[in-house]
């Protein structure tokens, strides 16, 4: 097999120790990430307050262009914020619930937080909907499609889902909203820097997600991008002094709104949590996400094969279209198996009605998937089932 991208190795030091196959939870950090948390601490040490007007104020802006061609989006439209939660709560605050339009549709497979936060929605006349799925894995796309209507303000949806790693048809979902006069905000966590992305053909309203998993960037550099033409017409109620117009005037009162991305802000950017994701942006920017997901299907699909021939139930779409970068394997006493591989270096988690997850990335290798699913195998054989 061509590997070429086996000579990212030397960049991820933590490759050298085990096998990493968690990228869906936390990807590896690169080499360069040190050297830019440094650069920022000597910076913070030397220029101190003066920071502010070489580089910092900015950073948000600039860590977001470097985001864009990854999701398919012009630059100037992503800001960015501690985490998806906070991002997803300010495209809520762009809407009203107590008129007619006031549905929130969501599908019963997505990240907890989601729900948590439309939740509380509720209290403002949200009405929140979960479409529920048959098998856990997906959910049937005319039924999510039928309950998106004329009383819909907000559809919630993950592009590829965190328990099955099933990649869901956006497009159709972002099409039947608009039909209806209803905005989309798409959850990328899952899919940036594994899935190639290109938001605006999809025509997203909204983008939201994380750096942690697939673009190695670390926690603290959550983003989101919100369709151009849109953005004029947003007033976030979630704002704070750095989405004014002028935020150095002061100004008191009500905010006067700043242009995109800046629009979206709220407040003081969360400098050294930026200086940690660039490297690992650069990295899948430089590879391209096309090779990424060729290099990872076929490392999933090998998975698959192994899993499939050992008689173990694989909660992920065997379909390479329908899948992410991920594959969940069930096995009998899944959670002791899962602490089992950790224990032999094999890194990996468990999520509860899922099973194992596991997620080779482009500096992962086939010996590597092939030494882990023989770790599983010889665990699976030596535990007796419960
Ligand atoms: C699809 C998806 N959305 C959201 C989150 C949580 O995001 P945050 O912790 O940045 O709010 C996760 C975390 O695993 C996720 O997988």
Known sequence: MDDSLAAWRTEFPIVDTCTYLVSHSLGAMPRQTAANLQQFAD??????VRAWHEGWWEIGRVTGDLLAPILGVPTGTISMHQNVTVAQSIVASCFRYD?????????????????YLFEGFRRYGADVVYVPSDDGIRTRLERLLDAIDERTVLVCLSLVLFRSSCLQDAKAVVDKAHDVGAH?????????????????AIGADFAVGGSVKWLCGGPGAGYLYVRPDLA???????????????????ETGPIEYAAAPERFQSGT???PSLYSARAGYEIVA??????????????????????????????????????????VVDVPGGAAVASELIRRDVIVDYRPGAGIRMAPHFYNTM????????????????????
């Open 367 to 386: 010996e590597e998937v092939e030494h882990a699913m023989s770790v599983l195998d010889e665990i699976v054989h030596a535990t007796p089932a419960r």
């Open 269 to 271: 950017p969360n400098v």
């Open 184 to 200: 989309v905000v798409l959850d990328v966590y899952q899919a940036a820097g594994t899935v190639p992305l290109d938001l605006e």
């Open 99 to 115: 008129g007619p339009r006031r549905k929130i549709v969501l599908t019963d497979l997505e990240f907890p937080s989601n729900m």
């Open 43 to 48: 910076t913070w040490s030397r220029r101190g």
């Open 286 to 327: 430089r590879i391209g996400v096309a090779a990424i997901r060729q290099k990872s299907l076929r490392l999933t699909r090998r998975m698959i094969e192994r899993a499939l021939a050992a008689g173990y139930r694989v909660n992920t779409p065997l379909d390479d279209a329908e899948r992410g970068g991920a594959v």
């Open 232 to 250: 004029p017409r947003l007033e976030p109620a979630l704002v704070g002094w750095a989405a004014h117009a002028a935020p150095f005037d002061f």
